[in-house]
């Protein structure tokens, strides 16, 4: 006798027609065959680091929704396929488009779990959004849980890229990089232009001081190069989080970082990680 077959969940692309233009998303249906589990609304990370992360998104959307959660994957203004220029991006904006798509998603799966799940600097616009939005847990991958580090990465990259040009007169400090952005109020990076104001926003959104309201944080991140340290960092976090009623969940994870490889990349440690958890979970 053959095994019955089983219906793959469906992937929906489609456009969000909000005030200020479209943004495109798409939506992974839960497994048919499964009972619904939760929500997962997934916040991609920045600049560059959307377009390397794609996959690996992509990868886990689709383990996601054959575990019987229901994912959407939005772009936000002025990223991906979205419209808007990423020189008029703004922090407060996105947190915008998070709540239409958390709203939309909702809507679809009433009464079930939301979560939000968040790459890099996605993981702290989650957390931050977290803070104002009807959710029960938060899914992070390779956080940054301060903004001015990323930013400072972002600018340091943006230097490495002009030294490789060969071009002296171009190169400089993250500081010099920084005094040049609030003067001109707007700085090319690595073909980004980096508006004054959302550098602000994201230089000023600081995890540990988030206030969260109660919920389990699932924190997936890579060990290497210092576990202890890492491991000390999440510690540090969960007991200023717990005051909150927020639970941690620690995950050292082994593998490429896909977000920053020349590449396209995967890491199936992650994936085997977090689908276990969430599997586990349901």
Sequence with gaps: MNAPLLTLPRVEPFFFNVETGTRFSLYHAPAPQLRARGAILYVHPFADELNKSRRMAT????????????VLQIDMFGCGDSCGDF?????????DDLEVARAWLAER??????????????GLLALDFACGAPVDGVILWQPFLNGRTCINQFLRQGLAARMQDGDP???????QLRADLLARGTLEVGGYELAAPLVQAIDACDAAALPLPPCRVHWFASASPAPARLAASAERIARRWSAHGVTLHFYPIEGRPFWGANDIAECPALLAATSAVFTAEA
């Design 59 to 70: 990868l886990q959307a689709r383990r996601f929704a054959a575990a019987g959660y229901a």
């Design 87 to 95: 020189s008029q991006a703004r922090w407060e904006a996105w947190k």
């Design 109 to 122: 799966t009433p009464g079930l779990p939301m979560h939000l799940w968040g790459i890099r600097l996605g």
């Design 169 to 175: 007169a171009r190169f400089g400090t993250t500081s």
